[in-house]
């Protein structure tokens, strides 16, 4: 059976959305797009059907999730804490630890299918952080990997290196799920209740905190065209 990528790549930008109506989302065109694949994969004419590829941006309400491979220890916060913030706390299904998501935060869950790409985790990660590692030179900000530490940050070796965009993903059959979520207007306060990512010794960070000022509802839409458009760029995409 001969593979033909697809690199068309659907986009939706969901508003704001309580975590677990957008994780049962992810979930459904995850396994659509898995479903498809088996099918294609016993297809006895030899002719598959293309699998889609999704980009989903969503803003959450105050919520705290936790990785498969997270402590719980890294939650701070006790549940009577979590009502007087009126945030949640939830275990996911993506690798890292813990994070916080909000307003005033851009949370984007790429659902590809990789076969249409590339099928390597590691190159998927570090193109997600090139993306937003570009988004943010448009700001006069060097974005910056950290060696072991998936995600993008700013004066990565120095004490007060900090982080702007946290990622952590799922994938099964080479199928993405979950992605990154870059601080924007974030109230950086929520993260005080958790160690974030797991990592004690590193501060986070925003755009707001960055540039002294808070994103006007059109200077946010702009961070998302640009985030597209490098999206778009760095994995050789169309959206649409």
């Not at 965009?165 to 799922?170: P, S």
């Not at 207007?185 to 707001?208: H, M, W």
């Not at 200077?219 to 998302?224: L, S, Y």
Request: hydrophobic fraction near 35%; include cysteine.
């Amino acid at each position: 059976m001969t593979y033909t990528q697809n690199r068309n790549v659907h986009f939706q930008d969901l508003g704001l959305m309580d975590y677990p109506e957008a994780f049962s989302y992810q979930e459904k065109l995850m396994n659509e797009i898995i479903a498809l694949k088996m099918r294609n994969r016993n297809s006895a004419d030899g002719n598959p059907e293309l699998t889609p590829n999704y980009l989903l941006f969503v803003e959450h309400p105050h919520v705290y999730t936790l990785g498969k491979s997270g402590h719980d220890d890294n939650m701070l916060a006790n549940e009577k804490k979590l009502a007087e913030i009126n945030a949640t706390f939830v275990k996911t299904n993506r690798g890292g630890d813990i994070t916080y998501h909000g307003f005033g935060q851009l949370v984007g869950y790429p659902v590809l299918d990789l076969d249409n790409f590339k099928s390597d985790i590691f190159l998927y990660l570090r193109n997600l952080e090139e993306v937003i590692i570009r988004v943010l030179a448009e700001y006069n900000l060097r974005g910056e990997r950290s060696e072991g530490e998936t995600g993008v940050w700013l004066d990565v070796g120095k004490p007060y290196a900090r982080k702007i965009c946290a990622m952590g993903v799922k994938t099964s059959k080479w199928v993405t799920m979950h992605g990154f979520a870059l601080n924007v207007n974030t109230d950086l306060r929520y993260f005080e209740y958790i160690i974030p990512c797991g990592i004690k010794d590193k501060a986070v960070t925003s755009l707001q905190r960055e540039l002294e000022r808070k994103f006007t509802d059109r200077e946010t839409a702009e961070v998302k065209e640009k985030v597209k458009k490098h999206f778009r760029e760095v994995f050789e995409a169309e959206i649409f």
